[in-house]
């Protein structure tokens, strides 16, 4: 591929490397020039421009791209992944069921290990996805790449495709055993959880009459349990072979494949074979519905796929389970989570018309300023300003308040960009943000302290079905935000998260003031309380 700056009378029929504003009217990156554009660059008194002409053996960077994500997902060989349509050089893949995504070793690293121009990211190894949940997304860095490098890598991923392995409806049944101190109320919730569980995979669990905690006892109703998976709920945990449940397999005529598990909360798991049929003796934490060790190993099974001890073993790297997922923290108690805000007020807001939006008036106050009043009345720390379009004219408008103003360089070229500027700006010690629009003048206080409040990873007002904003994202979201590109929002990489929606107490998340017809029409509200 060929890049650089070229006269505007060469450029014809190049590739526009950069995105340009030209007047009134906005040519996005990777723009094909016509005659009318380079006249257009000329009238602005421009003589040359940032071009990208591919090479004869280039691949364009969409068909590149979409070429690399149909071998990867096995050139429909799998239903379980669907392959969406590319957008400027970026193919994604969905799951296209429920299940758990599987990765052939060293697949990833060998397709990024091809070209620097070709690039693969995906969910870790058997991650749990739902239908619809973005699995892997390629790359081209730039406008094409060379088609020897194309080829090489398609056949990487073509000899080794992704798949999703389905949730297949199997039949569960468990029994608890019991001592003297056994409660009823115990049992139920045990129930109750585990249930929730296997039902959210897709199947059933039929529950059995407890027994008494004693390895005859329980072998004896272990013989008798037909379905394809066992489990058995201790009295107490397990935490040696010669333990009640592990010998209890071995007496029904069974055997142990792994006693504990380098997963954390969930080591006291036993897993054993009885027939031809998984057994499994849960962990003390299991009775809870976070995350655990039991749920890595039911969710394989589930999906068809068999866990052996060795299995078990690897599952050590990632066996740590986020704090969030623990249904007690590992560590002395913190402080609470900081969290700010960045207010997005960069953009152009071409749909509007006339002045700047955010400087037009609601309430005796500019529209950026009602944000920010916001925020404060909320008790968060002074927020980060983004600004762009008319920066000189947006700072004014808030003189006098406590705020920090961060300048998105580029803002010209979308959303994104002015996202990543204010990620960018954030305090190291902030645990979480909310991103803020700067046009939504009737947000309540309540609403963002209660975002500030919540606990999860990704936080989100919704109002009768209808999700708005500010969203909250945690700091592990923020290399990602960054990374942000073009008119692409958080939205690209939200279903990477835990997602929590708060109910709002009325429509004034929904607000969007882009066009005079939604200026007029809030204007027309009564007054704030």
């Known amino acids: 591929m060929n890049f650089g700056a070229l006269p505007l009378a060469e450029a014809q029929g190049a590739l526009l490397a950069h995105s340009q504003l030209i007047g009134n009217r906005r040519l996005a990156k990777g723009h094909r020039l016509t005659a009318d554009d380079i006249a257009a660059f000329a009238a602005a008194g421009l003589a040359q421009i940032v071009v990208a002409r591919l090479a004869p053996d280039d691949v364009g960077e969409d068909a590149a791209a979409q070429q690399l994500a149909q071998a990867l997902a096995g050139w429909g060989a799998d239903p379980g992944i669907a392959v969406l349509a590319p957008v400027h050089g970026r193919a994604n893949l969905a799951a296209a069921a429920d299940g758990l995504l599987c990765l052939p070793p060293g697949l990833v690293d060998a397709i990024n290990s091809v070209d620097e121009a070709i690039t693969l990211a995906t969910l870790p190894r058997f991650a749990r996805v739902a239908a619809g949940t973005i699995i892997a997304t390629i790359k081209i860095i730039r406008y094409g790449v ?71 006892a329980l072998a004896a109703q272990l013989r008798g349990m037909d379905a394809d998976i066992l489990l058995v709920a201790g009295a107490s945990a397990s935490v040696d072979r010669g333990d009640v449940i592990p010998q209890a397999i071995v007496a029904a005529g069974g055997h142990i494949e792994r006693l504990g598990m380098p997963v954390d909360p969930g080591n006291l798991l036993v897993l054993g074979d009885l027939g031809g049929r998984p057994v499994i003796g849960l962990p003390g934490c299991a009775r809870s519905p976070k995350r655990n060790g039991f749920d890595l190993v039911l969710e394989r099974l589930f999906a068809g796929i068999s866990v052996t001890s060795a299995d078990i073993a690897a599952m050590g790297e990632g066996g740590l389970l986020p704090e969030a997922e623990r249904p007690q923290p590992r560590a002395a108690a913190r402080r609470p989570a900081k969290v700010g805000a960045v207010v997005l007020a960069a953009g152009r807001a071409s749909r509007m018309g006339g ?160 066009t005079p017809a939604a200026l007029t029409a809030l204007r027309a509200r009564p007054a704030l309380p």
């Open 355 to 514: 002045p700047h939006k955010l400087l037009e008036t609601w309430q005796g106050q500019t529209l950026v300023a009602h944000s920010v009043d916001a925020i404060a009345a909320a008790g968060l720390p002074p927020p980060i300003v983004v600004l762009g379009h008319q920066a000189a004219a947006v700072r004014a408008a808030l003189a006098g308040r406590t705020v920090s103003f961060a300048l998105a360089a580029d803002w010209q070229d979308g959303m994104g960009r002015s996202l990543a500027a204010g990620i960018a700006a954030v305090p190291a010690d902030w645990d979480a943000v909310l991103v803020c629009l700067a046009d939504m003048p009737r947000i309540e206080p309540a609403l963002i302290a209660a975002l500030a409040a919540a606990a999860g990873e990704v936080i989100v007002p919704e109002f009768q079905g209808r999700r708005g904003h500010p969203v909250r994202w945690p700091r592990a979201a923020f290399a990602r935000l960054m990374s942000l590109a073009g008119d692409v929002g958080g939205r690209a990489i939200m279903a990477d998260f835990a997602l929590t929606a708060l109910s709002a107490p009325s429509d004034a998340c929904l607000d969007d003031i882009d």
């Open 146 to 216: 060379d088609k020897s490098a194309l080829a090489r890598a398609v056949m990487q991923a073509g000899a080794q495709p992704i798949r999703i392995a389905a949730f297949q409806p199997l039949r569960a049944v468990m029994i608890a055993t019991t001592t003297a101190g056994t409660s009823s109320k115990a049992l139920a919730k045990l129930e109750q959880v585990t249930a929730a569980r296997i039902t959210a995979l897709g199947s059933q669990l039929a529950m059995l009459p407890p027994c008494p905690h004693d390895a005859t």
